[in-house]
C-alpha cells in the first residue's frame, strides 16, 4: 500500500489521508490500530456490485433485486425542500421524516425513479442488515478485515442525503458501493464546539450536532467555527471506502441520485465489558448535580481508578479479594452486572 499526503477537499478542508491498495481484499490491522481516519482508496472496487453502480443505476438497482430480502424494512421519507437533510422537527419534539415500512423491492423502484430529478424527495433505507436485507450479497460482495471479529454489517440505500455529525463507539468500514458520499469529520476533543443536542431524543439513534454543516449559524454557534479548524473531509467515489475510529464524529453527504453504503462496524474489546455510554449516563444522574467539592472529588476517584494505574490501585490487597479491581473477565462481568442491576433497582 501507498499513502497519499493530505490536500484541501473541495470546500477547503484538509483532505483525510489517502491509502492507495494492493489489498488484496483485505483491511491490514495497520490501518484499523489507527486513531485516525483513512481513505482507502478502490478498497472494495472489485466488488459485482460497484462494477454494477459503476455502469448505471437501473444495473445496481437490478443487481440488489436479485438479493431482495423478504419481508418490510424501515425507510424514511421526506418532501424535496428538506435537502436531503434528516433532523428534529421545526419544535424540536421528533423528526422532520416520515417513517414507515415497505418491501425492499419498493424502496429500490423508488430511490431509482425519484433520484435524478433535479430535487429528489428523501427516501433512505438505513442501517438494516445485510443478511436481512440482501441475503446472499456478502457472499459475492466481500472484505476481510484484520482484527475484525464477527463485524455488525449493515446497508444504506438512499436518494440524496445529509445526516448530522454523530459519532460510534465501535470501529467503522464504510464502503461506498454506488453514489458519492462526502465525510466531515472531528475528533472527539471537538464535542464542546459542535453543539450536541439531547441524548434521549435523536433522529439517528447516536446525539447528533445541531450544527448545519452546510448553513452554520455562527450567532447560535459560535464555537462551530473552532471545530472546523480541526475538520477533514472525505470524498468517496464507488468503491472507495473510510476507515473511522471509535468516537469521531462524522456529518455524511450523500451526492448521487442512487446511494449505497456498506458499514463494517465492530469493537476490539469483548462485548460482557458493555458500553461506555451507560457509564456516561449514569454519571450525569449520579455526580453532575453534586455540590462542586464533592464532584472533584469523585472526579478524583476516577482518575485512580479508572483512568490511572489498574495495577497500582490495586497491587496492595490480596489477589483474591479485589473483587471489581481484578482484570475484568467474562465472570466477573456477570458478577458485576447482576450487582449493579441489583443496587439500580433499589
Known sequence: MTNTASRAGPSGLPSVREV????????????????????LRGLVSHWPAVEAARSSDQEIRFYLRRFEGQGAFPVAAGPPELG???FYSDRFDGENVQRGQAPLGEILDRVLHFG???????????SVEANRALPGFLGENELSIAGAEDPLISVWIGTQTRIAAHNDLPLNIACVAAGKRRFTL???????????????LTPAG???????????DDERFPRFADALEHAQQADLEPGDALFIPSMWWHHVEAFGAFNMLVNYWWRTVPSYLGTPQDVLNHAMLTLRDLPENERMIWRDLFEHYVFGDAE???AHIPEHAR????????????????????????
Open 186 to 200: 472531528f475528533p472527539p476533543d471537538q464535542t464542546p464546539n459542535l453543539y450536541v443536542g439531547p441524548f434521549e
Open 20 to 39: 492507495k491498495g494492493p489489498y488484496d481484499g483485505a483491511v491490514p490491522e495497520e490501518i484499523t490500530a489507527l486513531n485516525e481516519p483513512v481513505i
Open 206 to 216: 447516536r446525539p447528533i450536532s445541531l450544527v448545519d454543516l452546510k448553513n452554520p
Open 84 to 86: 436531503g437533510r434528516i
Open 323 to 346: 473483587g471489581i479491581l481484578s482484570p475484568i473477565d467474562e465472570n466477573l462481568a456477570r458478577r458485576t452486572r447482576a450487582f449493579l442491576l441489583n443496587r439500580l433497582n433499589r
Open 312 to 314: 497500582a490501585a490495586r
Open 116 to 126: 435524478s430529478q433535479d430535487e429528489p424527495p428523501l427516501i433512505y433505507l438505513a
